[in-house]
């Protein structure tokens, strides 16, 4: 099990910029795939980006391919994701998600952060 801990969420314009971290603690952090789901009000959560175990690989969904950046520092045991061009539609509670194998689904997901909210207003 892993322990996960996201920041870095606040209230923006759209077009603006957010980096997220998530620092995890417990067992080895290289040893699990990460990933950034996002749930809005009255809707379910849903996949937004993952990344392998040494970072060599990326996953977007599409609503966020070449706007948000998924990477790792697995010396600081932290997953990150850069949003730029933030969109009023991005509003949501983020979550950060660790699994076993690549966490592109919720089905894949061991383990949760509590999650940030991202607000952009319009």
């Known amino acids: 099990q892993v322990q996960l801990v996201e920041s870095g969420g606040g209230l923006v314009q759209a077009g603006a910029s957010l980096r997220l971290s998530c620092a995890a603690s417990g067992r080895t952090f290289s040893m699990y795939a990460m990933g950034w789901f996002r749930q809005a009000p009255g809707k379910e959560r849903e996949f937004v980006a993952a990344?392998?175990?040494?970072?060599?690989?990326?996953y977007y969904a599409d609503s966020v391919k070449g706007r948000f950046t998924i990477s790792r520092d697995n010396a600081k045991n932290t997953v990150y994701l850069q949003m730029n061009s933030l969109k009023p539609e991005d509003t949501a509670v983020y979550y950060c998600a660790a699994g076993s194998s690549i966490v592109t689904s919720i089905s894949r997901v061991n383990d949760w952060g509590q999650g940030t909210q991202v607000t952009v207003s319009s």
């Open positions: 990344i392998s175990w040494r970072g060599s690989s990326t």
